[in-house]
């Protein structure tokens, strides 16, 4: 798996667990000065954190706390995350401690629990309401990822509340959600890509969209 489908975990299981949380990916915010600017994996505007994402082959360093404490002091963010899928050196979760830092071990995702089984005649669909703005702007709404059995039940899969997600940068996102479902594991970059070239621009803001299972086969990779 790939930093960029790591990421997409971390944002999936951030947003399993908080339906009111607000992110953005792979955004650069300016610095307190305002000569400069930083790019964050993950930015949480409503709180303004910042999650970082390390899809190292080794556990996290002590060195990745203190370049994260640099960059919350330069953009004036409240606090920070650290996700790793290899976990974190004693020294790491000391300083991390010490700093207010969180440090998650969240490993890569090799098969995915179903929320609802698919049926196979089924479809994806999103909702949206008052999606949010840019990062300079409000943030309010959100958006919601279904799964239909092609019967009678609609059940949602992954719902985020101030998610922008008609922002270009979130349909891959989209895309995961929908093929990690579909597959019952991560989908691979090559995957995510195709299904965003096919179908990304029904992602537009406010619009809603329906995508039928079998419009979905030739992208299970």
Same mark, same amino acid.
């Given at each position: 798996?790939?930093?960029?489908?790591?990421?997409?975990?971390?944002?999936?299981?951030?947003? *399993?667990?908080?339906?009111?949380?607000?992110?953005?990916?792979?955004?650069?915010?300016?610095?307190?000065?305002?000569?400069?600017?930083?790019?964050?994996?993950?930015?949480?505007?409503?709180?303004?954190?910042?999650?970082?994402?390390?899809?190292?082959?080794?556990?996290?360093?002590?060195?990745?706390?203190?370049?994260?404490?640099?960059?919350?002091?330069?953009?004036?963010?409240?606090?920070?995350?650290?996700?790793?899928?290899?976990?974190?050196?004693?020294?790491?979760?000391?300083?991390?401690?010490?700093?207010?830092?969180?440090?998650?071990?969240?490993?890569? *995702?090799?098969?995915?629990?179903?929320?609802?089984?698919?049926?196979?005649?089924?479809?994806?669909?999103?909702?949206?309401?008052?999606?949010?703005?840019?990062?300079?702007?409000?943030?309010?709404?959100?958006?919601?990822?279904?799964?239909?059995?092609?019967?009678?039940?609609?059940?949602?899969?992954?719902?985020?509340?101030?998610?922008?997600?008609?922002?270009?940068?979130?349909?891959?996102?989209?895309?995961?959600?929908?093929?990690?479902?579909?597959?019952?594991?991560?989908?691979?970059?090559?995957?995510?890509?195709?299904?965003?070239?096919?179908?990304?621009?029904?992602?537009?803001?406010?619009?809603?969209?329906?995508?039928?299972?079998?419009?979905?086969?030739?992208?299970?990779?």
């Amino acid at each position: 798996m790939s930093g960029k489908g790591y990421e997409r975990q971390v944002m999936r299981y951030l947003a *399993e667990r908080d339906q009111t949380i607000a992110f953005e990916l792979d955004v650069k915010i300016q610095d307190t000065s305002g000569k400069y600017s930083r790019q964050i994996d993950i930015w949480l505007p409503n709180t303004r954190e910042i999650v970082e994402c390390k899809h190292h082959s080794r556990r996290v360093s002590v060195g990745v706390v203190d370049a994260l404490l640099g960059t919350i002091d330069d953009v004036g963010a409240s606090g920070g995350r650290i996700f790793s899928h290899k976990g974190f050196t004693s020294n790491t979760l000391a300083r991390a401690k010490k700093s207010d830092i969180v440090c998650v071990t969240l490993p890569f *995702e090799t098969q995915s629990e179903a929320i609802i089984e698919r049926t196979g005649s089924g479809y994806y669909s999103g909702d949206y309401i008052s999606l949010c703005g840019p990062t300079s702007g409000e943030v309010e709404g959100f958006g919601r990822i279904n799964y239909g059995d092609g019967e009678l039940d609609e059940t949602p899969i992954c719902v985020g509340y101030s998610v922008d997600w008609g922002n270009p940068k979130m349909h891959g996102f989209v895309a995961y959600i929908i093929l990690n479902h579909y597959l019952g594991r991560p989908p691979s970059d090559e995957a995510i890509a195709g299904f965003v070239e096919e179908h990304g621009d029904r992602f537009e803001a406010g619009q809603e969209w329906e995508i039928p299972e079998n419009e979905i086969w030739n992208f299970a990779t």
